[in-house]
T-cell receptor
Framework: GESVGLHLPTLSVQEGDNSIINCAYS??????FIWYKQESGKGPQFIID?????DKRQGQRVTVLLNKTVKHLSLQIAATQPGDSAVYFC?????????????FGRGTQLTVWP | DTGVSQDPRHKITKRGQNVTFRCDPI?????LYWYRQTLGQGPEFLTY????????KSRLLSDRFSAERPKGSFSTLEIQRTEQGDSAMYLC????????????FGPGTRLLVL
């Protein structure tokens, strides 16, 4: 069935390196995408979002890239820090679906080694 | 702290008992969402309110579940006759109905049904 998913369940990087977390989606009606960070025992924390009329959006140390042709979303974290260790979820909102429901993928566990 | 708050943070109950959780959204947000998250999975949508009106319910929300938002501010989620399969993290999120409509999550209530 249609779903939001992630290519890799785990990612380990050295402190200071750049991280890239990937997400594939299959619903062409998705028009808004969000990346959340979730630390153990806490609720998801908003990182960055992007609308489908954009290809790229930058925040502080983070960049989201959207490739609608292949239905792929990525989150790039520059100069990864130990505090970035968490599970990262991509979520989508589907155009035409009722109001505001987000569809989440399974998540990628990012581990940053000192 | 003006973020989304949830109470209690943890709840342990015996099978068959009723439990009630509370969510206080960000004060200017008129939309409120409940999600459920099990271990290793992304949050799954349960229900959504705009002001006091419950506008959507997921098929995950069985007859044993009921949610209210009587004055359009805080919300409660009640589970009657709890089952072991109800054990999960229950997350609340809120948003405005303008602009990006970004959903901001609370810390969640972790439920364990014995």
């Amino acid at each position: 069935g249609e779903s939001v998913g992630l290519h890799l369940p785990t990612l380990s990087v050295q402190e200071g390196d750049n991280s890239i977390i990937n997400c594939a989606y299959s619903n062409s009606a998705s028009d808004y995408f969000i990346w959340y960070k979730q630390e153990s025992g806490k609720g998801p924390q908003f990182i960055i979002d992007i609308r489908s009329n954009m290809d790229k959006r930058q925040g502080q140390r983070v960049t989201v890239l959207l490739n609608k042709t292949v239905k792929h979303l990525s989150l790039q974290i520059a100069a990864t820090q130990p505090g970035d260790s968490a599970v990262y979820f991509c979520a989508e909102k589907r155009r035409g679906s009722t109001l505001g429901r987000l569809y989440f993928g399974r998540g990628t566990q990012l581990t940053v080694w000192p | 702290d003006t973020g989304v708050s949830q109470d209690p943070r943890h709840k342990i109950t015996k099978r068959g008992q009723n439990v009630t959780f509370r969510c206080d959204p960000i004060s200017e947000h008129n939309r409120l969402y409940w999600y459920r998250q099990t271990l290793g999975q992304g949050p799954e949508f349960l229900t959504y309110f705009q002001n006091e009106a419950q506008l959507e319910k997921s098929r995950l929300l069985s007859d044993r579940f009921s949610a209210e938002r009587p004055k359009g501010s805080f919300s409660t989620l009640e589970i009657q006759r709890t089952e072991q399969g109800d054990s999960a993290m229950y997350l609340c999120a809120s948003s405005t109905n303008q602009g990006r409509e970004t959903q901001y999550f609370g810390p969640g209530t972790r439920l364990l049904v014995l």
